[in-house]
């Protein structure tokens, strides 16, 4: 089927983030705009309510090793079914992901686990992921509604439910479309606000980009690597010859994972340069490949290392983009929700000014100019 369209993303968060709520709000409201909603359980709530527990091996990472295995037959169990179904927009869902787990061990530990899968295959299980939605647990910020009682495998106390909810947070800091759902009024509305980011994603009804750029100073690269919540990764991006005048096309390989995603991307401008409409896939690597050929003549590959940053307190996910080209100055790149969003800047970044609207900071004139900032 030419026109048929699989969205995989992962529905995570931290205890009693209202994570079985929204699965059923996914799957009524979806279902309606015509998706065919396949949802990948939860692996590590199936073995523990099934009776194996972490502590019945005498090998600590075992039970880690199992959650993983789970979880891959079963992703790929429903991928199988997507593509066999007559279906044109299936979405799948996987209450939580791969990457879950590093929450749980320690970093080494995760590395060891992963070594035993097979790193190939986890890296590339993840570079399948579309998106990462983390739905904040209630212990942080609307405490009246935690409660242990809607999940046989929850233990945790306000406190390390907290802790947990951020680990989990940070386990997935270096996905290139991470969104955290924050508790702001009561669940309905956080709830509607997870819909809305779904929706964005999807393309539902049009994909917009809300992206708003920043001139900073240098930061602290090592202050920035010692961050908890900061993943630093390389990414490579070719601008193509598109269809259409106005067309931005381009693909990107980015550092992910200890693997790359890659991507294809179109982007079209609106009348409001903060604002434009964006058409975005992944792709195989072969495909990557192939799509170099159709690079526009003489105009150079970017090359930068991303620092992805996830603000705790304000939920903004901060993508810092530093060029070989420069010793002095950084681009620091935001997506907002609404256009009336507020960049909120940590105390570790100086902002010298906005420059969504200067042209010479798009990342086409930067590769026009050699990879150099103005």
């Keep these: 089927m030419l026109n048929k369209k699989i969205c995989k993303f992962v529905l995570t968060g931290g205890p009693c983030g209202g994570k079985t709520t929204a699965l059923s709000w996914i799957s009524n409201f979806y279902t309606k705009l015509g998706w065919k909603v396949l949802i990948v359980n939860e692996a590590a709530t199936e073995l523990i309510t099934s009776g194996i527990i972490p502590t019945a091996f005498k090998d600590p990472l075992y039970f880690q ?9 079963k992703e790929e169990r429903i991928m199988q079914a997507a593509l066999m179904m007559e279906n044109e927009k299936i979405m799948i869902v996987c209450d939580r992901g791969l990457y879950d787990n590093k929450a ?80 702001e009024g009561d669940l309905d509305t956080k709830l509607k606000t997870l819909l809305k980011q779904i929706s964005v994603m999807l393309g539902e009804p049009m994909p917009y980009e809300i992206e708003r750029k920043y001139l900073i100073k240098m930061p602290d690269l090592d202050y920035l690597r010692a961050l908890p919540n900061c993943q630093e990764g390389e990414i490579m991006q070719t601008y193509l010859k598109g269809d259409l005048f106005d067309d931005e096309v381009r693909v990107r390989q980015r550092a992910y994972g200890g693997d790359f995603i890659f991507t294809k991307t179109i982007k079209r401008s609106t009348s409001d340069k903060a604002v434009r409409i964006e058409l975005e896939r992944r ?79 798009y990342n086409r004139n930067i590769a026009a100019n050699g990879n150099c900032l103005p």
């Design 283 to 361: 792709i195989s690597r072969e495909e990557y490949v192939s799509e170099l050929m159709n690079a526009i003549p003489g105009l150079n590959s970017i090359h930068k290392n991303r620092f992805c940053i996830m603000q705790r307190d304000s939920g903004q996910y901060l993508e810092i983009d530093v060029y070989p080209s420069s010793n002095e100055f950084a681009i620091l790149e935001v997506e907002f929700v609404s256009p009336d969003d507020k960049l909120i800047v940590p105390d570790y970044l100086e902002v010298i000014k906005e420059v969504t609207d200067d042209e010479r900071y």
């Design 104 to 183: 749980y061990v320690s970093p080494r530990e995760f590395e060891q686990v992963v070594t035993r899968v097979g790193r190939g295959v986890v890296s590339a299980a993840v570079a399948e992921y579309d998106a990462v939605f983390h739905l904040v647990t209630t212990a942080d910020g609307a405490i009246e509604c935690y409660t242990l009682q809607n999940n046989e495998a929850r233990s945790e106390t306000p406190e390390e439910a907290v802790k947990l909810d951020v680990k989990t947070q940070n386990a997935w800091v270096g996905h290139p479309h991470l969104r955290i759902i924050k508790n």
């Design 65 to 73: 090793e199992m959650i993983l295995k789970t979880q891959l037959a």
